[in-house]
């Protein structure tokens, strides 16, 4: 397949490498000439405890037209710059292109079905985690499954058989939303008390971050109940309960955007469930207050 990957951060790297080390063309598109320079001549490198390094050779541009029309588009740039970032790129996206979102936040499936026809939009999520410290560099901290969905049910087989081959544990399911809004409220409840108390992956279970987590996600919860889709709290719980251990050694997104100066994706997580609320007479005052202390932080860093 010709498949670009959109967003050459730690994520966009993961995948694209692995699925060019499974023989496919490969194109990694980033906004910067030095680092897309970079991936191509120097390829990707990917590091992961206990194994050898998987490294790969890869095309990599700033210009979409370069890839020419890819039949797969993966979209892994940070979800608010989603709708910018699929209209710059779209030479590469032809009329039978199907394209994937596998990113965190809770409005790239509407973004990607303003772009693209439903039958060749789907949108679901990942547990994959992974850091970069340099361009090309991946440090795969944990692993973790992706369920995606949404588009035509052939389409969707030939994604998941594709993204299988490169390794990854991955399912294809109809209907995106609830597996979207159930990372979405994980994410949501986790990353933004992570990023305010500096605290690691491991304290995540303790009574202190537990009394601020779960508030949050019992009003993602009901948000979500209001627009017909139920998420089980219980279920994401023990979900962040095992991240102390699977995903010990990762470092949120979210706080490493503070670290480097750039915008969060927090008004695509919990500022979303904020805006739903308000439509639906909910009060959620949790996240309300972590939003707005992330938008602190942000202006301060």
């Known amino acids: 397949m010709n498949i670009a990957v959109i967003g050459a951060g730690a994520l966009g790297c993961l995948f694209g490498g692995r699925l060019a080390s499974a023989g496919h063309d490969v194109w990694l598109l980033h906004r910067r000439e030095q680092t897309a320079s970079t991936l191509s001549t120097a390829g990707i490198t990917i590091h992961q405890s206990g194994a050898a390094p998987l490294a790969a050779e890869i095309s990599a541009t700033t210009t979409a037209s370069d890839v020419g029309t890819a039949d797969l588009v993966l979209v892994l740039v940070r979800a608010h710059q989603t709708r910018t970032a699929l209209a710059e790129h779209a030479a590469c996206i032809g009329s039978e292109t199907s394209v994937l979102s596998l990113q965190n936040g809770l409005r790239n499936y509407d973004y990607l079905l303003d772009q693209v026809r439903h039958e060749r939009a789907f949108c679901g999520v990942t547990y994959e985690a992974a850091i970069t410290e340099e361009p090309g560099t991946v440090i795969h901290t944990s692993t973790g499954s992706t369920t995606f969905g949404g588009g035509r049910a052939g389409a969707r087989t030939t994604i998941r058989e594709t993204l299988a081959e490169a390794g990854f544990d991955v399912d294809a399911v109809a209907d995106p939303r609830p597996v979207i809004w159930e ?46 889709i139920d998420i089980d709290v219980e279920t994401i719980q023990q979900t962040i309960a095992s991240m102390a251990d699977s995903h010990a050694e990762h470092r949120v997104s979210m706080a490493q955007d503070i670290e480097h100066g750039r915008r969060t994706e927090i008004d695509e997580l919990n500022g979303v469930i904020i805006d739903l609320a308000e439509t639906a007479g909910i009060a959620v005052p949790a996240n309300r207050h972590v939003t707005a202390l992330v938008h602190g932080v942000e202006q301060c860093s």
């Open 183 to 228: 990372k979405g409220a994980l994410v949501g409840a986790t990353a933004p008390v992570l990023t305010l108390t500096g605290c690691p992956v491991t304290q995540l279970p303790t009574d202190r971050l537990a009394g601020v987590v779960t508030p949050l996600l019992t009003e993602a919860a009901r948000v979500a109940t209001s627009r017909g």
